[in-house]
Nanobody
Framework: QVQLVESGGGLVQPGGSVRLSCAAS????????MAWYLQAPGKQRELVAF???????NYADSVKGRFTISRDNAKNTVNLQMISLKPEDTAVYYC?????????WGQGTQVTVSS
């Protein structure tokens, strides 16, 4: 069983930055592909970025060059550094851990980009 707890959300002005963290607990976490998703109001959840067990990353086109995903296997954390934020980045951001048929989600953290 893996538990994921997100933190770091809040209100940020357009053009600002925020760092989200996902603290994971459980076994064999270094094997998991870790990902961040967002869900804007009234829309489906969508992939933002993921990082595999080897550290390879992939990003949605909408966030390339602005968001950076990273993981610290020693601390069992996955971070999402977000810069140059736009109002359309406003959403609940979720952390996800996947390994084979094991698939876990966190509860999400709200990021609101507004002046």
């Amino acid at each position: 069983q893996v538990q994921l707890v997100e933190s770091g959300g809040g209100l940020v002005q357009p053009g600002g930055s925020v760092r989200l963290s996902c603290a994971a607990s459980g076994s064999f976490l270094h094997h998991y592909v870790m990902a961040w998703y967002l869900q804007a109001p009234g829309k489906q959840r969508e992939l933002v970025a993921f990082i595999d067990s080897g550290g390879s990353t992939n990003y949605a086109d909408s966030v390339k060059g602005r968001f950076t995903i990273s993981r610290d296997n020693a601390k069992n954390t996955v971070n999402l550094q977000m810069i140059s934020l736009k109002p359309e980045d406003t959403a609940v951001y979720y952390c996800r851990a996947v390994w084979g048929t094991d698939d876990y989600w966190g509860q999400g953290t709200q990021v609101t980009v507004s002046s």
